[in-house]
C-alpha cells in the first residue's frame, strides 16, 4: 500500500498570497496517477487536479498541480477567498487507493 | 448533471451490518464504475471499495472481508454493505462516481456505530 504525506498539515496565508503543498509518497506513483480534492466544512471533496497536472472541468487556472516519482506539488498562485479549505492529495496508480491525511489551508 | 444522494440509516449497533444505498441522478449509471468512500471524524479519506455497473468489483484489503458492494442499474442505486462494525466504522460515508479517481461526490451521510 502506498502512503502518502501531506505537508504542512496546516498553511496560514492570506488572500492574493502564493500557496504551496506538498504530498510525498512511499513509493513511487505509476504513471504521474495523483489526484487533489478540495474538501470544505461540511461539504464532499470536490476533484481538482489528476493525472497529477491536468485541471479538472472548471477548475480556475490559479490551481496547478506538478511532480513525478513520489513528490507531488499543488500550487495556488493567488489565493481567493474561497479557496481557504483542507485539499486531500490521492494516488491511483495502484490499489488499494490512498489518500494523504490533508492540509488545512486557514487565513 | 449527474449528482449522488446517499442514503440509509445514521446509527448501527456494534456487531451488526451496515447498509447504504447511492442514487444516482442526471445521468446513466450504466458503463462507469461507482465507489464508496468514507471520512472519520476529523480524519482522511478512505477508499472503501468499487463497483463496475456489469458486476465487477475491487475492494480495500483492509475491510474486504466484511464489505460487499452491489448495484441494482434498473433504479440507478448501487449499494455498500459492512458486516460485524464496530465504533472504528464510524465515519461519513461517501458515494462517488469513478474506480480510483472520483468525480463527482454525494454529499455524504454520517453513520455512527453505538449501542
Known amino acids: 500500500e502506498i502512503v502518502l504525506t501531506q505537508s504542512p498539515g496546516t498553511l496560514s496565508l492570506s488572500p492574493g498570497e502564493r500557496a504551496t503543498l506538498s504530498c510525498r509518497a512511499s513509493q513511487s506513483v505509476s504513471s504521474r496517477y495523483l489526484a487533489w480534492y478540495q474538501q470544505k466544512p461540511g461539504l464532499a471533496p470536490s476533484l481538482l487536479i489528476f493525472?497529477?497536472?491536468s485541471r479538472a472541468t472548471g477548475i480556475p487556472d490559479r490551481f496547478s498541480g506538478s511532480g513525478s516519482g513520489t513528490d507531488f506539488t499543488l500550487t495556488i498562485s493567488r489565493l481567493e477567498p474561497e479557496d481557504f479549505a483542507v485539499y486531500h492529495c490521492q494516488q491511483y496508480g495502484s490499489s488499494p487507493y490512498t489518500f494523504g491525511q490533508g492540509t488545512k489551508l486557514e487565513i | 448533471q449527474v449528482q449522488l444522494q446517499e442514503s440509509g440509516p445514521g446509527l448501527v449497533k456494534p456487531s451488526e451490518t451496515l447498509s447504504l444505498t447511492c442514487t444516482v441522478s442526471g445521468g446513466s449509471i450504466s458503463s462507469y464504475y461507482w465507489s464508496w468512500i468514507r471520512q472519520p471524524p476529523g480524519k482522511g479519506l478512505e477508499w472503501i471499495g468499487y463497483m463496475y455497473y456489469s458486476g465487477s468489483t475491487d475492494y480495500n484489503p483492509s475491510l474486504k472481508s466484511r464489505v460487499t458492494i452491489s448495484v441494482d442499474t434498473s433504479k440507478k442505486q448501487f449499494s455498500l454493505r459492512l458486516s460485524s462494525v464496530t465504533a472504528a466504522d464510524t465515519a461519513v460515508y461517501y458515494c462517488?462516481?469513478?474506480?480510483?479517481?472520483?468525480?463527482?461526490w454525494g454529499q455524504g451521510t454520517l453513520v455512527t456505530v453505538s449501542s
Open positions: 462517488a462516481r469513478g474506480a480510483a479517481m472520483y468525480d463527482p
Open positions: 493525472a497529477a497536472s
